[in-house]
């Protein structure tokens, strides 16, 4: 897969992103990271239901959108917070952002099929579980771990 086309600068075109939808499974299929060449390392999958979400590099919470930016509210897992713009590019989410330091980074998520049926946010002392359809991630203060059931 290849990245959306960058503008002047090398960057995407600045302005008002779209929010996540409300509820989603998405497989990670590149990133890009200030500005290097879009490549993926490792599977990430990233499911939302509702405003929690929970990523399977070991971050979970809240989302909210600004009118311009999703912001990830971090609560269980690796701490922080992190905000990028989100667009659509087909059936794809591209998100840009950057981080608290300061490093810059290009995402492209594609939707995992069998995310229908099911879905739910549950948290519990030092961990969260966010399910969407046949999607589980599971997030506490060591790891977090994805099952497709």
């Known amino acids: 897969m290849t990245a959306p086309e960058p503008g002047p600068g090398g960057h995407l075109p600045d302005g008002p992103g779209v929010p996540v939808p409300e509820h989603g499974a998405w497989l990670r299929r590149g990133i890009s990271r200030d500005g290097g060449p879009l490549v993926e390392d490792r599977e990430v999958v990233w499911l939302q239901a509702g405003s929690y979400y929970a990523d399977s590099r070991g971050f979970a919470g809240t989302t909210s959108f600004d009118g311009s930016q999703v912001h990830f509210h971090h609560l269980t897992g690796e701490p922080g917070e992190d905000a990028g713009t989100f667009r659509w590019d087909g059936a794809n989410l591209v998100e840009r952002g950057t981080n608290p330091d300061g490093s810059t980074f290009l995402e492209i998520w594609t939707p995992l099929p069998a995310a229908d049926g099911a879905r739910g946010s549950w948290s519990g002392p030092g961990h ?15 790891a977090g771990t994805y099952w497709r059931l």
Do not use: L, M, S
């Not at 969260?128 to 991630?137: A, D, F, K, L, Q």
């Open 128 to 142: 969260h579980v966010v399910r969407v359809g046949r999607h589980v991630v599971h997030v506490d203060a060591r």
